[in-house]
């Protein structure tokens, strides 16, 4: 009786040591290849546009006009990113004057800079409507699910849309006064361990900053006083499944004689 006490005893002592171990190891998922863009009026259509232009590499390639490597280079795709008609009209000192732009970018589909907004702010009202309708217009039905941060389960989405290959786009309080006011393409993280919540981080691609096609890590952590580049909202742009490639039945050659 004694030895099977022991024994289940050490059992025990044996498996918290083993679940202990096995939490405290650090993981990291990072996506590769999602182009990077250095700002371009806006942060909100910029980091979406490198969502999209991830997107258009796996096989939607109606989201850009530009086709593989050159989707690389902001510029051949800058104007679907924002419009000329749309800087025309909302760039300051713009001119009041000309009509409302068609919506031809993630820009005007956004409503990107459109009074009362500053030039190259957009409200998060607009994000969700804004990917759908621009991915619509480009025959395709991207889906969103948004959350505020709340850690766990903002944590467990985030994980989970980066494992299945989906970047996201963070809203973020940049400057640590608790205001939302920047956008961020997210592609990865880490969990480096311990029993703490500062042990969480994203990596994305910051088009604010000098370097913007370098991978940025931040903390994940909800926005608070004096902390930098806190999470406030996020995005998981979920891409409708592709059509099924024709299968190759084979050509037919038809032999014409007189």
């Given at each position: 009786?004694?030895?099977?006490?022991?024994?289940?005893?050490?059992?025990?002592?044996?498996?918290?040591?083993?679940?202990?171990?096995?939490?405290?190891?650090?993981t990291m998922n990072v996506i590769t290849n999602?182009?990077?863009?250095?700002?371009?009026?806006?942060?909100?259509?910029?980091?979406?546009?490198?969502?999209?232009?991830?997107?258009?590499?796996?096989?939607?390639?109606?989201?850009?006009?530009?086709?593989?490597?050159?989707?690389?280079?902001?510029?051949?795709?800058?104007?679907?990113?924002?419009?000329?008609?749309?800087?025309?009209?909302?760039?300051?000192?713009?001119?009041?004057?000309?009509?409302?732009?068609?919506?031809?970018?993630?820009?005007?589909?956004?409503?990107?800079?459109?009074?009362?907004?500053?030039?190259?702010?957009?409200?998060?009202?607009?994000?969700?409507?804004?990917?759908?309708?621009?991915?619509?217009?480009?025959?395709?039905?991207?889906?969103?699910?948004?959350?505020?941060?709340?850690?766990?389960?903002?944590?467990?989405?985030?994980?989970?849309?980066?494992?299945?290959?989906?970047?996201?786009?963070?809203?973020?309080?940049?400057?640590?006064?608790?205001?939302?006011?920047?956008?961020?393409?997210?592609?990865?993280?880490?969990?480096?361990?311990?029993?703490?919540?500062?042990?969480?981080?994203?990596?994305?691609?910051?088009?604010?900053?000098?370097?913007?096609?370098?991978?940025?890590?931040?903390?994940?952590?909800?926005t608070a006083t004096n902390k930098l580049y806190?999470?406030?909202?996020?995005?998981?742009?979920?891409?409708?499944?592709?059509?099924?490639?024709?299968?190759?039945?084979?050509?037919?050659?038809?032999?014409?004689?007189?």
């Amino acid at each position: 009786m004694k030895k099977n006490l022991r024994f289940f005893l050490l059992l025990s002592v044996f498996l918290t040591v083993c679940f202990q171990t096995k939490a405290a190891i650090p993981t990291m998922n990072v996506i590769t290849n999602v182009p990077a863009y250095f700002w371009y009026e806006g942060c909100t259509p910029t980091a979406i546009a490198m969502v999209f232009s991830y997107w258009s590499l796996k096989g939607y390639t109606n989201l850009f006009n530009a086709q593989g490597s050159a989707l690389y280079i902001r510029a051949n795709v800058q104007d679907q990113i924002c419009s000329p008609a749309h800087i025309a009209k909302y760039k300051p000192p713009g001119d009041v004057n000309l009509p409302v732009p068609p919506n031809t970018s993630i820009a005007c589909w956004l409503k990107t800079s459109v009074n009362p907004l500053g030039y190259g702010d957009t409200s998060s009202t607009n994000i969700i409507p804004g990917i759908t309708n621009y991915s619509a217009s480009k025959g395709y039905s991207f889906k969103v699910s948004s959350t505020n941060f709340n850690l766990i389960p903002a944590w467990k989405m985030f994980t989970n849309s980066i494992a299945l290959g989906q970047p996201m786009v963070f809203v973020i309080d940049k400057n640590g006064d608790k205001l939302p006011d920047h956008a961020v393409t997210v592609i990865g993280y880490e969990d480096r361990g311990g029993s703490t919540n500062t042990n969480k981080w994203y990596a994305c691609y910051n088009a604010d900053t000098v370097g913007a096609n370098t991978v940025n890590w931040y903390q994940f952590t909800g926005t608070a006083t004096n902390k930098l580049y806190t999470v406030a909202e996020l995005y998981q742009i979920i891409p409708p499944l592709l059509p099924p490639m024709p299968k190759n039945k084979g050509t037919l050659i038809l032999f014409c004689s007189n």
